[in-house]
Nanobody, 120 residues
Framework: QVQLVESGGGLVQAGGSLRLSCAAS????????MGWYRQAPGKQRELVAA???????NYADSVKGRVTISRDNANNTVYLQMNSLKPEDTGVYYC??????????????WGQGTPVTVSS
């Protein structure tokens, strides 16, 4: 089994910063893409940022220039540094990872979500 455990969410004022972390553990041979998604109240879950195993990154237009995704392959961890936060960044942030197990099969896993609230 594999677990993704997120941390770092919370309440912050507009213009502030937060750093989210997501650590994967369990039956892991390697990890392909990792990413962060968010779901605002009443809206669909959307991609915020993603990073490949080779550290190529992709960002939603709404966060470009304010958010940086990074990963620590040695510790199976992905980070999301968010700066200049806006009220519209409010939502539950979910970590996602495509994990290769020791059987070499690939499965997508999700974390439990960490809430981020940006007050105006």
């Amino acid at each position: 089994q594999v677990q993704l455990v997120e941390s770092g969410g919370g309440l912050v004022q507009a213009g502030g910063s937060l750093r989210l972390s997501c650590a994967a553990s369990g039956n892991i041979f390697s990890i392909n893409d990792m990413g962060w998604y968010r779901q605002a109240p009443g809206k669909q879950r959307e991609l915020v940022a993603a990073v490949t195993s080779g550290c190529s990154t992709n960002y939603a237009d709404s966060v470009k220039g304010r958010v940086t995704i990074s990963r620590d392959n040695a510790n199976n961890t992905v980070y999301l540094q968010m700066n200049s936060l806006k009220p519209e960044d409010t939502g539950v942030y979910y970590c996602n990872a495509d994990i290769v197990g020791f059987t070499r099969r690939v499965y997508a896993y999700w974390g439990q979500g960490t809430p981020v609230t940006v007050s105006s």
